[in-house]
C-alpha cells in the first residue's frame, strides 16, 4: 500500500526518502515471508496505522520517520539527518528473535549482491538522500524490566540517513 495524505502538497524529501526506505523493506523477500503485510505500521494514513501489532499478528515493524534539523550544504540546499525510529513486536521469550528481525531489516538494506545494494543506494538518492547510506544508531532491543514477560518482546531501534533539500528546485 502506498501512502495516502490528506493534505495535496509537494512531497518533502523527508517524506519520499522515508517511502523509498519503507517501500525497500517492504518489498525484501526475507522480510516478506516473516511479517505479514497487515502486521507493518508506516503511517500511510490508515486506521490500523495507530493500532499496536497484536501478540497473534506478530511479528510485526512500526516505522516512526522524526527529521531532524538542518544546516547549509550549498547557497541553495541543506542536509538533515531522518531518524527512522523502528519498534519490532516479537512473539515468544527468546530474545534471539527480536535481534534476527533487526539483522533482517538490515541486511533488507544492505544486501549481500553489490549490485542490488548499489541499486538502493541509487534509488534513496533519488528520493532526495546525501549518499543513500543508512546508519543504525541503535539496534532493536527490548530494555523494559519485564522484557518477554507477557511472552512477546517490544523492542525499539533507530536508522538513519542524511536528507539534503534543494530549496531551488
Known amino acids: 500500500m502506498s501512502a495516502n495524505p490528506l493534505l495535496r ?7 519520499s526518502v522515508f517511502r523509498a526506505i519503507v517501500q525497500t523493506l517492504q518489498a525484501d523477500a526475507t522480510l516478506r515471508g516473516a511479517v505479514q503485510p497487515t502486521s ?3 503511517w500511510e494514513g490508515t486506521h490500523a496505522d495507530k493500532q499496536p501489532v497484536a501478540i497473534t499478528a506478530a511479528p510485526g515493524v512500526r516505522l516512526t520517520p522524526d527529521p531532524g534539523g538542518e544546516q547549509w550544504w550549498s547557497p ?8 527512522v525510529h523502528v519498534e519490532l513486536y516479537v512473539r ?11 539483522w533482517a531489516i538490515v541486511r533488507a538494506l544492505y544486501p549481500m549482491s553489490q549490485p542490488a545494494k548499489l541499486a538502493i543506494q541509487a534509488k534513496l538518492v533519488a528520493a532526495g538522500a546525501e549518499t543513500g547510506l543508512i546508519t543504525f544508531s541503535k539496534g ?11 511472552g512477546a518482546f517490544f523492542a525499539s531501534g533507530r536508522m538513519q540517513v542524511r536528507v539534503l533539500s534543494n530549496y531551488n528546485a
Not at 541553495?76 to 531518524?83: E, I, M, N, P, Q
Not at 532493536?140 to 522484557?147: G, I, N, P, Q, V
Open 140 to 150: 532493536a532491543a527490548d530494555l523494559a524490566a519485564d522484557a518477554g514477560a507477557a
Open 76 to 83: 541553495d540546499s541543506a542536509v538533515g539527518v531522518l531518524t
Open 92 to 102: 515468544g521469550t527468546c530474545v534471539d528473535d527480536v535481534s534476527n528481525l533487526w
Open 40 to 42: 507493518w505500521r508506516v
Open 9 to 15: 502538497l509537494p512531497t518533502s524529501p523527508y517524506a
